[in-house]
C-alpha cells in the first residue's frame, strides 16, 4: 500500500515533540539564532536550515522512512514538512507559548528526561556489552523458557447479539465466504483483514473462546461463542505443535533482555553511591496525607 509522502513525513516527525524542541532551544538561548555553517537551504522568515541541518533531520528519520527521501520528490515533500513544522513553530512564539506556564513545564521535564538519559549512557557506555558466549550459555542454561506452547491461527466473526450471530452461523452453513461476512459484521478492529487474529496460545484470550479455537480442526468453522465482548463465530486456519524456539530465534531477545539487566545494575550500584551521599528528608506524614486523598 502507498501512503502520501507529507502525511508520513508528519508522523515520523512528530510534529509535537520538534515544537518542543523549538522552545527549548528559544529558552535556552534567549532566541538569539546561530547558524550552525553549511549552506543555506531555505529561510522561512529570519530562520535558516542548513544543508548539514537537513540532512541531520533525515538521518533521524526511522529506516522504513529513510526510503522515501532517496530521490529529489521524497527530499523535497520532507523540506516542505520542516518548513510547516518551522510556520508552526514561529506562530506559537509569536502567540507567546514559549511563555506559558505549562508548556514551560513540559519543556523542563523533557529537558531532565534529556540530561538524566544522556547521564545513564555515560555511565554504562563500554560496560553493558553482552558477547555471544552469555548469549549461548543463558540460552542452553534455560531453555524451558523458550518453549513454544501450541497454537493455531484463527479468524473470528464477532457481533453484538445472539440474532446477528445466528443470521451469520446461517449464511455460513449456506456456503458464504467466512472472509467477506467477516468484513462486512464483525465489529471487531481486525474486520479489515477478515476477522485473522494471527496465532494465539493458551491463555491469551477469553477461555470460552480459547477452549473453541482449540478444538477445531483446521478448516472448521465453530458454533455461535458467547464471551463478555459479544458473540463470536470461529474458523481455524492452522495449528502449530509446540516446538522448542531454536537459539537463531531467540538470540537479539536474549542479548537485549542480558543488556538491560547489565544496565539496570549499573545504574542500581550508581544511585545506592548517590544516596548515600546525598541528604535526602521525606515528610512521613504529608505522603500518607496525599496517598489517602
Known amino acids: 500500500m502507498r501512503h502520501n509522502r507529507t502525511t508520513l513525513f508528519w508522523v515520523a516527525g512528530c510534529v509535537a515533540l520538534v515544537v518542543a524542541v523549538g522552545i527549548i532551544y528559544v529558552i535556552v538561548f534567549g532566541g538569539k539564532e546561530k547558524l550552525r555553517g553549511g549552506k543555506e537551504l531555505a529561510r522561512i522568515n ?3 536550515i542548513t544543508v548539514a541541518e537537513f540532512e541531520r533531520e533525515m538521518e533521524q ?3 522504513d522512512f529513510k526510503t522515501l527521501v532517496i530521490d529529489n520528490k521524497g527530499r523535497k515533500a520532507f523540506l516542505d514538512n520542516l518548513i510547516e513544522r518551522e510556520l508552526l513553530l514561529q506562530e506559537g512564539l509569536k502567540k507567546g507559548l514559549d511563555k506559558n506556564e505549562d508548556i514551560l513545564a513540559k519543556v523542563e521535564q523533557f529537558k531532565q528526561g534529556l540530561i538524566t538519559e544522556a547521564l545513564i549512557e555515560e555511565l554504562c557506555a563500554g ?3 553482552v558477547s555471544d558466549d552469555e548469549v549461548r550459555a543463558y540460552y542452553q542454561k534455560n531453555q524451558r523458557k523458550y518453549l513454544l506452547g501450541e497454537r493455531v491461527r484463527v479468524r473470528h466473526i464477532m457481533v453484538k447479539t445472539l440474532e446477528q450471530a445466528k443470521e451469520i452461523k446461517k449464511r455460513l452453513n449456506q456456503g458464504e465466504d467466512f472472509i467477506a461476512l467477516a468484513k462486512q459484521y464483525s465489529i471487531w ?3 479489515q483483514q477478515g476477522g485473522d487474529l494471527g496465532y494465539i496460545q493458551r491463555g491469551m484470550v477469553d477461555k470460552a473462546f480459547e477452549q473453541a479455537a482449540f478444538s477445531l480442526s483446521k478448516g472448521e468453522v465453530s458454533s455461535i461463542v458467547k464471551t463478555k465482548l459479544g458473540y463470536h463465530i470461529i474458523r ?3 495449528r502449530q505443535k509446540p516446538r522448542q ?3 537463531s530465534e531467540v538470540q537479539a531477545d536474549i542479548r537485549t533482555f542480558l543488556r538491560d ?3 539496570k545494575e549499573i545504574l542500581t550500584s550508581h544511585l545506592k553511591g548517590l544516596r548515600g551521599g546525598a ?4 515528610n512521613e506524614k504529608l505522603l500518607a496525607t496525599e496517598e489517602g486523598t
Do not use: C, M
Open 245 to 247: 524456539l531454536t537459539f
Open 261 to 263: 539487566n547489565k544496565r
Open 46 to 48: 529570519d530562520r535558516v
Open 236 to 238: 481455524l486456519e492452522d
Open 279 to 282: 541528604q535526602i528528608y521525606i
Open 189 to 191: 478492529p481486525t474486520r
Open 127 to 129: 560496560k553493558d556489552a
Open 61 to 63: 528519520l526511522p529506516p
